[in-house]
């Protein structure tokens, strides 16, 4: 019998510490986009999915600072909203 994976869900609380940059939303969803950087020259940028009313991230990436603007417009085009 393989073991299972067991992964400890992470939650949105785990980015307060970070400036937060944009949040999105979308209308319907259950999913919230937050970008976010701990980074102090701001080069490179976190963007957390997660669950907007549990809080837990589905999903983390980072991007660095010159492809922000083309990540916002691919999110807006996908109907999310800045807060």
Not at 21 to 42: A, G, H, Q, V
Not at 70 to 81: D, L, P, S, T, V
């Amino acid at each position: 019998m393989k073991a299972k994976y067991i992964k400890d869900p992470t939650y949105i609380t785990k980015y307060d510490s970070f400036k937060k940059l944009y949040e999105f939303t979308k209308p319907r969803s259950p999913i919230s986009i937050l970008f976010c950087t701990d980074d102090e020259d701001e080069w490179l940028i976190d963007i957390v999915k997660y669950r907007t009313r549990s809080q837990e991230v589905t999903n983390n990436f980072v991007i660095l600072a010159k492809d922000l603007e083309r990540w916002i417009e691919i999110y807006e085009n996908q109907g999310f909203i800045k807060k």
